[in-house]
């Protein structure tokens, strides 16, 4: 068979006679019609930026090496339900942080196939996992959405790192298409801060990862809140293997904790606090119980605080009675598995 008669062949071949006949500023897209269809795709807001802008310069050759054709940005927010995220079952917070975060990487995949259809190269760097392992020492992701949501005028980061958009506040997730396109016009930062300062986030954090200055202790949130991902999980593999026995390993990891990791596997990792965004009253839509009743918001901080505070002390390992209890607690665990062989 003669290749070049093949349908598929000639067909690729008239595409490219057509994409080559357009002109460089035929590759400059409509910066409204490109955030147009963002929002169509589902995203709640969005915002544009070149690859140039000077907030980009820690990530752009990171970037660039995979994707070297990428010109300009497209950043999105969807927005999360925020009683969800607010109360203290975490399974509940954790529904809403799997559910919008599947969301954004839906909207993200929407918007880069319309875009291929065009002619555009497009790609959706996930929003959290699954991330780049192979690149531990540097950083594993793809993009750092929060610098790129920033640049394109959706927000700011707050006392506690997390974006808050001057709407929606923190209750957000965040997605970034690379774009092989220029756009006709790019956003830019907006030009005040959302964060309130009242460092609500501060006290709330039960590892008191974050410093009331803004600054932010990464080792006390990753091995706490993200005890189920990436350390926490190696840390759960060293003890298995470790372990004697099974009575052993019952003496090293509760049943509730092995029945927690068991859920993360099965149902996706779960997070353990984000107890500083749940708490943080900023934003237009957000702001109003604070400001109408702050003793009630206070009341309800407390409240959350004051569950997680025991798990706080043993944490840290303060405390000598609560190491003692824990020990205890593990030789009866011990013990009741004996019980259990012997029957
Ligand atoms: C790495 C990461 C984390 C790390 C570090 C957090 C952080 N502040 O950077 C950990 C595991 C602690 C984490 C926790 C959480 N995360 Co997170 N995380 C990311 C990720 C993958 C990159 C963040 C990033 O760009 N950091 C770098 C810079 C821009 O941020 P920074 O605050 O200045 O970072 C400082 C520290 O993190 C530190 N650092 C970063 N990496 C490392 C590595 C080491 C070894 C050390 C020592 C320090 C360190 O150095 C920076 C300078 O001070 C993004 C997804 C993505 N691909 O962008 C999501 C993301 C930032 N996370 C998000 C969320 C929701 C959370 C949690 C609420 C999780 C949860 N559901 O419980 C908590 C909030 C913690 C907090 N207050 O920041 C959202 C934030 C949404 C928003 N509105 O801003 C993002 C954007 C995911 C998304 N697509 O929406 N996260
Ligand atoms: S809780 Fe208060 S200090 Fe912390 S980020 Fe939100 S508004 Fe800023």
Redesign the pocket.
């Known amino acids: 068979m003669d290749l070049d008669d093949h349908p598929t062949v000639r067909r690729l071949a008239e595409n490219v006679r057509r994409r080559d006949a357009h002109s460089l500023a035929d590759l400059v897209q409509d910066g409204a019609a490109l955030r147009q269809l963002a929002r169509e795709c589902g995203a709640d807001d969005v915002g544009l930026v070149e690859i140039s802008r000077p907030g980009l310069d820690p990530q752009r050759d990171e970037i660039r090496r995979n994707y070297p054709w990428t010109k300009s940005l497209l950043s999105i927010v969807v927005r999360m339900a925020r009683e969800p995220v607010r109360g203290a079952p975490r399974s509940v917070a954790n529904l809403e942080?799997h559910r919008a975060?599947e969301q954004?990487n839906h909207v993200c995949a929407a918007i880069v196939a319309k875009l291929e259809e065009q002619g555009i190269r497009a790609v959706n760097?996930?929003?959290?996992f699954p991330?780049e392992m192979y690149q531990s020492g540097s950083?594993i992701?793809?993009?750092?959405?929060?610098?790129v949501a920033v640049e394109a005028g959706l927000g700011h980061?707050g006392i506690?790192?997390?974006?808050i958009h001057p709407k929606h506040g923190?209750f957000?997730?965040?997605?970034t298409v690379l774009m092989e396109c220029e756009a006709s016009d790019y956003d830019h930062p907006i030009d005040y801060n959302p964060c309130l300062e009242c460092k609500l986030c501060v006290a709330a954090c039960p590892v008191g990862?974050?410093g009331p200055e803004g600054s932010?202790n990464?080792?006390s949130?990753?091995t706490h809140?993200?005890r189920e991902f990436l350390g926490g999980f190696s840390d759960w593999i060293e003890q298995v293997a470790d372990a004697r026995d099974a009575i052993d390993y019952r003496r090293r990891i509760s049943e509730p904790e092995t029945a927690s990791m068991w859920q993360s596997l099965s149902h996706g990792a779960n997070?353990k606090?984000?107890y500083?965004?749940a708490v943080c009253p900023a934003g237009e839509d957000v702001i109003g119980p604070y400001l109408r009743d702050k003793q009630r918001h206070l009341k309800e901080v407390a409240r959350r605080a004051g569950l997680r505070s025991a798990r706080l002390r043993r944490r840290s390992g303060g405390g000598a009675e609560i190491q003692e209890q824990d020990r205890e607690a593990g030789e009866q665990r011990a013990q009741a598995a004996l019980d259990c062989r012997a029957a």
């Open positions: 942080f975060g954004v760097p996930s929003m959290g991330m950083a992701w793809v993009v750092s959405h929060k610098p980061m506690h790192r997390n974006l923190n957000v997730l965040l997605g990862a974050i932010f990464f080792s949130c990753f809140n993200y997070y606090s984000a500083c965004m």
